[in-house]
């Protein structure tokens, strides 16, 4: 009996939030008239700060999706590092001395820093931002950690812990100190839009490209001996 309840009840709840979401959906679509999505953001876009619509939708009209996505990535990272199985994530056992490897570092790190700075500061008025600089960041991260090169902040500690969260942290300050200024929340105010996309985008590089490196770090790795997937 306890094993058919167990598997009824959550059975049941997921079915009425469905029920729940698909006549909420079913009430929005019959009462509000269709909108021209591109026609209302071009009309908004003087208003938003930036002039590429992609970062002017994600950071300010629909900022409380990139916030939410940002939370998740947080705990994505936390959670791959408590799962991790060795004590440090700097583990020197797991690099490799490829000298191959080491020579092309020489030439892809310092490009790849510069095309995250470039995406960066991009991001404003043509397609990057804070997602694909904070990308390129971490595949330097990784490319780095695979030739020997150590990487001391992902050693758990002070500095991994506000790389993580420091992304998230100055997003939702700035949402709380907007809606303490009388705007609302998430909703910067008048003259100091651009400036502070600009400070949400620089930090989320950066805790984005640390939490994607953790997650790399943190993840098992293979033992050679052991048989793979795809053999029998």
Not at 26 to 34: C, F, N, V
Not at 175 to 199: N, Q, R, W
Request: hydrophobic share 55%; with cysteine; aromatic share 6%.
């Amino acid at each position: 009996m306890k094993r058919i309840l167990a598997v009824t009840l959550p059975l049941l709840a997921s079915m009425a939030l469905v029920l729940l979401l698909g006549a909420s959906l079913w009430s929005i679509a019959g009462s509000q008239t269709p909108v021209n999505l591109p026609e209302l953001l071009a009309g908004k876009m003087n208003e938003s700060g930036v002039n590429h619509p992609v970062t002017a939708v994600l950071l300010n009209f629909r900022s409380y999706d990139t916030l939410l996505e940002i939370a998740v990535l947080v705990i994505a990272g936390i959670t791959g590092i408590s799962m991790a199985r060795t004590a440090s994530l700097e583990d020197p056992e797991l690099r490799t001395s490829d000298s191959l490897l080491y020579a092309l570092q020489r030439w892809f790190i310092p490009l790849m820093l510069l095309l995250a700075g470039y995406l960066l500061w991009a991001g404003a008025d043509r397609p990057g931002g804070a997602f694909q600089a904070g990308a390129v960041l971490a595949g330097c991260g990784v490319l780095m950690r695979l030739g020997g090169i150590p990487l001391g902040f992902l050693r758990p500690g002070l500095l991994l812990r506000v790389g993580l969260g420091l992304g998230f942290a100055v997003f939702l300050l700035v949402a709380v100190l907007s809606a303490m200024a009388g705007e609302a929340f998430l909703a910067y105010p008048p003259g100091m839009t651009k400036p502070l996309i600009i400070t949400i985008e620089t930090v989320l590089t950066f805790s984005i490209a640390m939490v994607l490196l953790a997650l790399f770090v943190s993840a098992p790795v293979n033992d050679a001996g052991a048989p793979g997937e795809d053999d029998s």
